[in-house]
Every structure is written in C-alpha cells, then in structure tokens.
Nanobody, 121 residues
Framework: QVHLVESGGGLVQAGGSLRLSCAASGRTIYAMGWFRQAPGKEREFVASISFYDTNLYYGDSVKGRFTISRAITLNTVYLQMDSLKPEDTAVYYC????????????????WGQGTQVTVSS
C-alpha cells in the first residue's frame, strides 16, 4: 500500500508562486501526479509525470503556468505553480498510477491527505 505525504501549500496573492511536494513510499512508483478540488466542485486533474520516461501531462486550466517534475531516487513529485489566480484556490491532492496520462479521479485509489492552496485577489 502506497503512502503519500504532501507539503507546500499556503496563502499567496494573485500572480504569485507556490511549490508543492509529495513523497511516496510503500510501492514501486510508475507515475505520480496532482489533482485539485475546490469547494462544491469535482476533483480536477492538474498534472502527471512518468517515473520511467519523459512523458508528462497537464490539465488545460494550468498549462503554461504550472510545471510538474520529479526526483526519482526520492520517489517525490513536485508542482511548481506560477502566475497563480484566485480560481486556482483548492485542496491539492497527490496520487500515483501505473501508467502516466490524463487521469480520471474515479480510476485512482491512492491519495495524499491534501494541502490547501489559497490565492487572494
């Protein structure tokens, strides 16, 4: 069973930046990624990255502003969030999968505890 621990959320003004981290343990990692969920909304795919090749994916709402990266030896994934907007406010969740791609939340069963990101206008 995989264990995921996120860190790095917080409060930032619009236009600012934050960096999230997520460390995994307990199983071999093939791909990791991020979702987010705002109050009253469904969990939304943000980004994913392969731990075996250079493939990565982004949700349309974050393309060009967010960057996903990973430290393979640390089983850790990062999410650099730049040019943040108030609509980026959400709880951000880390997850793992066997194949990198644009995931649906219902297809995944391992989640971190979530970290709050709040962007003020």
């Amino acid at each position: 069973q995989v264990h995921l621990v996120e860190s790095g959320g917080g409060l930032v003004q619009a236009g600012g930046s934050l960096r999230l981290s997520c460390a995994a343990s307990g199983r071999t990692i093939y791909a990791m990624g991020w979702f987010r969920q705002a109050p009253g909304k469904e969990r939304e795919f943000v980004a994913s990255i392969s731990f075996y090749d250079t493939n990565l994916y982004y949700g349309d709402s974050v393309k060009g502003r967010f960057t996903i990266s990973r430290a393979i030896t640390l089983n850790t994934v990062y999410l650099q969030m730049d040019s943040l907007k108030p609509e980026d406010t959400a709880v951000y969740y880390c997850t793992v999968a066997d194949v990198v791609g644009i995931w649906a939340a219902d297809d995944l069963d391992s989640w971190g505890q979530g970290t709050q990101v709040t962007v003020s206008s």
